[in-house]
């Protein structure tokens, strides 16, 4: 079945370093999209990058890349020089090509990063 | 461009009341889903639906009913509501490929005295 874990409930980053945040998942379809969203504290959910199960290389966005490891079925999101509007909620989710298209969340990471 | 659109953004019910939180988007998207969102638990998967007609549960569906009538509308009702159904509510919606993301409205908080 589906499953997305993310371990950390919170993290702390000073300003201008790099973090990251973990997410492991878990499927058994060999086809499947690996996401990240951002929520800051205005509520509204906004993607930052993907990442495709056949994808070679990790993907980059920006300050964002995904460290995506297929033999561990891990998709760590890790943002260099963190700067202080990327505090918020970071969520993982996935999502299968089993027919049903499900988006699966993860619990989330919330980042605060200091100056 | 509108997007995915969510009605009402704030909403305050009593024990056992009904209502019906509206969908709506502009994208041609075929996969349209509800989701809650609770401290510690991230979202919820409540129903999802791959086209019209077709609609199916998630993980948390029960005292949630949707339909899913045409391509753009997606609404969800709750029958008769609790205070466990206190949540924040969101709507997205996509194309239905696993290589694409989803766009989320702008959600709705809900809570039930």
């Known amino acids: 079945a589906q499953k997305i874990t993310q371990t950390q409930p919170g993290m702390f980053v000073q300003e201008k370093e790099a973090v990251t945040l973990d997410c492991t998942y878990d499927?058994?379809?060999?086809?499947?999209?690996l996401f990240w969203y951002k929520q800051p504290s205005s509520g509204e959910m906004i993607f930052l990058i993907y990442?495709?199960?056949?994808?070679?290389q990790n993907a980059t966005e920006g300050r964002y890349s995904l460290n995506f490891q297929k033999a561990r079925k891990s998709a760590n999101l890790v943002i260099s020089a963190s700067q202080l509007g990327d505090s918020a909620m970071y969520f993982c989710?996935?999502?299968?090509?089993?027919?049903?298209?499900?988006?699966?969340f993860g619990t989330g990471t919330r980042l605060k990063v200091l100056a | 461009n509108a997007g995915v659109t969510q009605t009402p953004k704030f909403q305050v019910l009593k024990t056992g009341q009904s209502m019906t939180l509206q969908c709506a988007q502009d994208?041609?998207?075929?996969?349209m889903s509800w989701y809650r969102q609770d401290p510690g638990m991230g979202l919820r998967l409540i129903h999802y639906?791959?086209?019209?007609?077709?609609?199916d549960q998630g993980e948390v569906p029960n005292g949630y009913n949707v339909s899913r009538s045409t391509t753009e509308d997606f609404p969800l009702r709750l029958l008769s509501a609790a205070p466990s159904q206190t949540s924040v509510y969101f709507c997205?919606?996509?194309?239905?490929?696993?290589?694409?993301?989803?766009?989320f409205g702008q959600g709705t908080r809900l809570t039930v005295v």
């Open positions: 997205a919606s996509s194309y239905r490929s696993f290589n694409t993301e989803a766009f």
């Open positions: 499927t058994s379809d060999p086809s499947y999209g």
């Open positions: 990442q495709g199960s056949y994808d070679q």
């Open positions: 989710a996935m999502r299968e090509t089993s027919g049903t298209y499900k988006y699966i």
């Open positions: 994208m041609n998207h075929e996969y």
């Open positions: 639906s791959v086209g019209a007609g077709i609609t």
